[in-house]
C-alpha cells in the first residue's frame, strides 16, 4: 500500500485504523488505552494520524522517493485487523475482549480471589483467571509448540499488581493446557490460580486486586512448524481495569 505524502504532514496518515480513537477535546491519539505524545492534525478536511501510533498497532512505513509505503507483520495488509474487524491488531486489551496473533485468539472471562484452601499451599491467598484460547491456525497445535511458557523460551504467565510486583503462576493449572493439541478451530477454556507468599492474608491479597495479566510469547517458532504470528509482539496484555 503506497500513499503519497501531502504537504506539512510527513509520517502521517489519514484516520481509519481499527484500534485507535481520537479523543474529543485536542484531538489526542489513544492507541488502544494509552495516549501518543503526539497530536494527530486535520488537513482539508482529512485527519491524520502520525506513523508513531501506527507503530503501536506493529504498522510500519517505509519512504522512497515521494511514496511511503505502509505494511503490517506477517503480510496482513495495513488497515485490516488481524482476526477480524471486531479485533485488535495490537494484543492489549480488556476482560472479555478477545486478542488475535495470527495463531491464537484469546479472551480472559474472568478475575476472581482464591481462597487459601483452593491452593496447593494452604498458607497462602490469591487471585485467578479464566481463559478462553481458541486455535486460529491452519492445522492443529499447542501452546507448548507455539512459543508458550518458560521451557518455550517465553516466561510463564503472570499477574502484574499495582505496585508492579507479579504473582507467580501455580504451574501444574499451565502444564495441561500448554502440552494439550488443539484442532484447527477449537477451542479450551481453562483457569490458572497464582499466589501472594507465603503469609500473605486474605485480606491482603484482595486489598491487592490485579491491574493486569500477561502471558509472554516467545516469536521464534521453528521453520518446520509451517505456522508463524501475524504480529512483530505476539504476546498478549489484559488490562484486568476494563472490561468489554
Do not use: H
Not at 491524520?48 to 510500519?60: D, E, M, Q, R
Not at 510469547?217 to 481495569?241: C, E, I, K, Q, W
Amino acid at each position: 500500500m503506497a500513499v503519497r505524502m501531502k504537504s506539512g504532514v510527513a509520517g502521517a496518515l489519514a484516520l481509519g485504523m481499527t484500534g485507535i480513537a481520537l479523543a474529543a477535546s485536542g484531538y489526542s491519539v489513544i492507541v488502544n488505552g494509552q495516549t501518543m505524545p503526539k497530536p494527530a492534525v486535520v488537513i482539508g478536511g482529512e485527519t491524520y494520524v502520525p506513523l508513531s501510533a501506527l507503530k503501536k498497532l506493529g504498522i510500519t512505513g517505509t519512504l522512497k522517493g515521494n511514496a511511503l509505503t505502509l505494511s503490517q507483520g506477517g503480510g496482513v495488509p495495513s488497515g485490516t485487523a488481524a482476526g477480524g474487524a471486531n479485533q485488535l491488531p495490537a494484543l492489549e486489551g480488556c476482560l472479555n475482549e478477545t486478542l488475535f496473533n495470527g495463531i491464537w485468539r484469546v479472551k480472559v472471562t474472568s478475575l476472581e480471589a482464591v481462597r487459601a484452601a483452593e491452593l496447593a499451599n494452604s498458607d497462602t491467598s490469591g487471585w485467578a483467571v479464566t481463559l478462553e484460547m481458541r486455535n486460529g491456525a491452519r492445522r492443529a497445535t499447542s501452546l507448548m509448540n507455539t512459543g508458550f511458557g518458560a521451557a518455550s523460551g517465553a516466561s510463564q504467565p503472570a499477574l502484574v499488581l499495582p505496585d508492579g510486583n507479579t504473582l507467580a503462576v501455580d504451574e501444574d493449572d499451565f502444564l495441561k493446557p500448554w502440552s494439550k493439541e488443539v484442532l484447527q478451530g477449537g477451542v479450551m477454556t481453562f483457569k490458572l490460580r497464582f499466589s501472594f507468599p507465603k503469609g500473605t492474608t486474605e485480606a491482603q491479597a484482595k486489598a491487592l486486586k490485579p491491574t493486569k495479566f500477561i502471558l509472554q510469547v516467545n516469536p521464534r517458532l521453528p521453520a518446520d512448524l509451517g505456522l508463524s504470528y501475524s504480529v512483530s509482539d505476539p504476546s498478549f496484555r489484559v488490562r484486568l481495569t476494563c472490561r468489554k
